[in-house]
C-alpha cells in the first residue's frame, strides 16, 4: 500500500469549517479497476479540467477521483466530508494553484500536493483593458459606475470571483499552457508508478499531439474572424491566455450596476467606448446572462452571442477538449467568423477514445450535510 498524505490532515480540519451550512449534492468521480481499486496508487484531481487530464493521462494502475464535476464551480465550493476523506487517504493532490479553488489554498504547500498551474512557465499578460466607463458624478451619492476596475457587481453569480490577483488562474484557454499541465501530471504519476512510465509516455504523447492539432485548429478558426471585429467582451477577465495566443484584444465589463437607472450622459459614454473598441458581440459566462450583461447590450444595442462561454472548468460532460472546441466556436461565429464544428469534433473524439484507453468508471454521489 502506498503511503498516504500526512501533510493533509491539519489543513483538512481547518478547511473543514468552511463546508459549515452547505447541505448538497457532490460527485465524487473514481476511474481505474474495480477489484483494485484500494491497492492503486489513490490520485485526487480537485477541477474539472485537472480531473479530465489526470483520467487521460493516467494508466489504469492508478485510481483517479475527482473532487468536482467539470461543470462545477471551483470558486465556491466547500468541503464535504467524503471529500476531507479523500483528501486524507489520497497518495497524490492535484490542484490548479493560483486561486483558483480558495477552499484548497492552504494545500499548495502540503506534501505531495502540486499546484499544476503554479508549477508551469507561464506567458505574462497584458492588462486587460478597463473600458474607462465611470460615472464621476459622485456628489450625487449613485452607484451606477460601470469601470471595470472598480469590482462592484449586482449579478449574484460570482462575479467577483475572478478577481485572482497578480496570475490568471484559467491557463488552460491557452493550449500550450495545457501541454504544460500535461507534462506535469505525467511527470508526478510516474513518481507515483515508475513501472508505468514507459506507459504513462505514451499516452502523454498522444495527448500532447491531439491538443497541439487543437492549437492548430483553434488559429484556422479565428483566421476567419474579420481582424478588425477580434474584440472578447465578456464580464470578467477569464480569457487573457486565450486572447493573448489567437491575437484578440480582450475587455472585462466588470462593475457596471443596474441597481439605478443609468444616466443619459453614462450610457452615452459606454455606447461610445464599446463602438470605438469595435464590439460587436458580447459574450456571457453563464446560462442564462447575468442580468448586468443584459442591461448593457440593451442599452448599447450590441448583442450577445447566442452561446455561453464556459470559463472556469468544463461544459456539463464535456473533456477538456470539447470546452475548447466549443468557446472557439462560439466565438468564431459570434465575431461573424466560420468554425469547422466537424473537424473540432474530430479532435473531441480523437481526445474521448484516448482517455477511454482501459479506464472503468463510477459515479458516486455524496449527500453533504454541514
Known amino acids: 500500500m502506498m503511503q498516504r498524505l500526512t501533510g493533509f490532515t491539519l489543513a483538512v480540519v481547518v478547511l473543514g469549517g468552511l463546508a459549515a451550512g452547505c447541505g448538497r449534492l457532490q460527485s465524487l468521480r473514481s476511474s481505474g479497476p474495480a477489484g483494485a481499486e484500494a491497492d492503486n496508487p489513490q490520485v485526487l484531481a480537485a477541477d474539472g479540467v485537472l480531473c479530465d487530464l489526470t483520467r487521460t493521462l493516467a494508466t489504469s494502475s492508478f485510481t483517479v477521483h475527482c473532487l468536482l464535476a467539470g461543470e ?18 489520497s497518495d497524490l493532490v492535484l490542484i490548479n494553484g493560483h486561486g483558483l479553488t480558495p477552499v484548497l489554498a492552504t494545500l499548495a504547500e502540503a506534501e505531495r500536493a502540486v499546484a499544476v498551474a503554479e508549477a508551469i512557465e507561464l506567458p505574462s499578460l497584458e492588462e486587460t483593458d478597463p473600458l474607462p466607463m465611470a460615472d ?5 451619492g449613485h452607484d451606477d459606475h460601470h469601470e471595470l476596475s472598480n469590482g462592484h457587481s449586482p449579478d449574484p453569480h460570482h462575479d467577483d470571483h475572478h478577481d485572482h490577483g497578480d496570475v490568471d488562474p484559467h491557463v488552460w484557454h491557452h493550449p500550450e499552457n495545457t501541454q504544460a499541465m500535461a507534462m506535469v501530471v505525467t511527470e508526478e504519476l510516474t513518481r507515483l508508478a515508475p513501472e508505468d512510465a514507459t506507459a504513462l509516455r505514451m499516452l502523454n504523447q498522444e495527448a500532447i499531439a491531439v491538443l497541439k492539432d487543437m492549437d492548430a485548429w483553434a488559429e484556422q478558426q479565428v483566421e476567419t474572424i474579420p481582424s478588425q471585429q ?32 443609468v444616466r443619459p ?3 452615452a459614454d459606454l455606447r461610445r467606448e464599446l463602438a470605438e473598441a469595435n464590439v460587436v458581440v458580447l459574450f456571457s459566462e453563464q446560462d442564462p446572462p447575468g442580468q ?8 448599447s444595442g450590441i448583442p450577445l452571442s447566442p452561446r455561453h462561454l464556459i470559463a ?7 473533456s477538456t477538449v470539447e470546452t475548447f472546441v466549443g468557446n472557439t ?3 468564431t461565429n459570434g ?9 473540432g469534433e474530430d479532435l473531441s473524439s480523437r481526445w474521448r477514445v484516448l482517455a477511454d484507453h482501459g479506464h472503468s468508471t463510477a459515479d458516486a454521489a455524496t449527500n453533504t450535510e454541514g
Open 72 to 89: 462545477e464551480d471551483p470558486h465556491t465550493f466547500s468541503l464535504s466530508p467524503e471529500q476531507r476523506r479523500r483528501l486524507e487517504q
Open 136 to 140: 464621476h458624478h459622485d456628489d450625487h
Open 230 to 261: 477580434r474584440v472578447l467582451a465578456s464580464r470578467h477577465k477569464a480569457f487573457g491566455y486565450y486572447a493573448q495566443r489567437y491575437g484578440f484584444r480582450e475587455l472585462a465589463l466588470k462593475g457596471f450596476s443596474t441597481t439605478e437607472a
Open 265 to 267: 450622459a453614462v450610457l
Open 292 to 299: 448586468s450583461l443584459q442591461v448593457i447590450s440593451q442599452q
Open 312 to 318: 472556469d472548468g468544463l461544459g456539463a460532460g464535456q
Open 329 to 331: 466556436c462560439t466565438i
Open 335 to 343: 465575431l461573424q467568423g466560420q468554425c469547422d464544428e466537424a473537424a
